[in-house]
């Protein structure tokens, strides 16, 4: 149990064109879903918390309006880059927890964006 | 504000030797948990162990297990019969209890090659 999936696993785009990236829990409702970025060989940089049906909560330094984050569902959270640019050509990953009191977070297995 | 400190960005380990990978933390707080994450050339996160600070046992989970000094801070991981499959990036991780923001902070990571 504890599946997490995300679509696309990888994707190419134009510059300036924007992308949604999908993160699903399979078998577990996710009251809590979270955004990663991991540039090569670096740790992972939390982006936002997403809880379902509210606004989430982005981390210091992220673009709330360029990262946009919705958690529609208990089995769905999408990120979407919005114009997007080369910069933020990178492995996107997401993470969810099964709800309160459940501290141990789920990885899906990342989206490798790349932005021409 | 809590931090995570792995202070060994590579280290390698002949196939069937034992190794251990060092991880301090810093945080005020009493209650809270610990993980090492395991990511492969795959990128897929997969946990590897956890840790409840209340809990003085340390865990075990087959060839891997912790050496968890609470009043040191300090959360290492050793891996036993070491297998070429465990070549990956781990990342250590500590949460403080739900209820608070539920977020992962991570270490810097210690790539791990498993040498035939």
């Known amino acids: 149990g504890a599946v997490v999936s995300q679509h696309p696993s990888w994707v190419i785009c134009k510059s300036g064109t924007s992308v949604k990236i999908e993160c699903r829990s399979l078998?577990?409702?996710?009251?809590?879903m979270f955004w990663y970025r991991q540039f090569p060989k670096q740790s992972l940089m939390l982006m936002a918390t997403?809880?379902?049906?509210?606004?989430?909560?982005?981390e210091q330094g992220v673009e709330k309006d360029k990262f946009l984050i919705n958690h529609a569902s208990l089995t769905l959270s999408t990120l979407t880059v919005t114009s997007a640019h080369p910069e933020d050509s990178s492995f996107y990953i997401c993470?969810?927890?099964?709800?309160?009191?459940?501290?141990?977070?789920?990885f899906g297995p990342g989206t490798r964006l790349l932005v021409l | 504000a809590q931090t995570v400190t792995q202070s060994q960005p590579e280290m390698s380990v002949q196939e069937a030797e034992t190794v251990t990978l060092s991880c301090t933390y810093d945080t005020s707080e009493n209650n809270y948990y610990l993980f090492w994450y395991k990511q492969p050339p795959s990128r897929q996160m997969i946990l590897v162990i956890r840790?409840?600070?209340?809990?003085?046992q340390n865990a075990t989970e087959n060839r891997f297990s912790v050496n968890f000094q609470k009043a040191a801070k300090s959360f290492s991981l050793k891996i036993s019969d070491s297998q070429l499959g465990d070549t990956a990036m781990y990342l250590c991780?500590?949460?403080?209890?739900?209820?608070?923001?539920?977020?992962?902070?991570f270490g810097q990571g210690t790539t791990l090659q498993v040498k035939p």
């Open positions: 997403s809880n379902e049906g509210s606004k989430a909560t982005y």
């Open positions: 840790q409840e600070a209340y809990k003085q």
């Open positions: 991780a500590w949460v403080d209890l739900p209820g608070n923001t539920g977020k992962l902070i």
């Open positions: 993470s969810a927890t099964r709800g309160s009191g459940e501290e141990t977070q789920y």
């Open positions: 078998d577990f409702q996710a009251t809590t």
